[in-house]
């Protein structure tokens, strides 16, 4: 992995490109995992879907699983910062 320049512009943005790509399909699978989980709660709530015990169990795991997976692609873009820096020293 080559170390960007920083210092100019186009270096910030290649770096932030970078950084943006680090963990994307925990970060996409998580916002859909989030969206499933509560349109479903939500449709429940205002009767457009019937509502069985179960599947509300199951609508609130999907929105629980899909936190937990955007905060894994939070700390995977962290580590990933803090060892590309440490490589500049």
């Given at each position: 992995?080559?170390?960007h ?8 943005a ?22 499933l ?53």
């Amino acid at each position: 992995m080559s170390q960007h320049d920083l210092d100019t512009e186009e270096g910030r943005a290649a770096y932030r490109a970078e950084l943006k790509a680090v963990g994307r399909p925990f970060r996409l699978g998580g916002l859909a995992l989030i969206l499933l989980g509560a349109g479903y709660v939500v449709a429940t709530r205002y009767d457009a879907l019937p509502e069985i015990e179960a599947l509300m169990v199951v609508a609130y795991g999907l929105v629980a699983a899909g936190w937990v997976s955007f905060l894994t692609a939070t700390y995977l873009r962290t580590r990933y910062h803090k060892r590309r820096l440490a490589e500049g020293l």
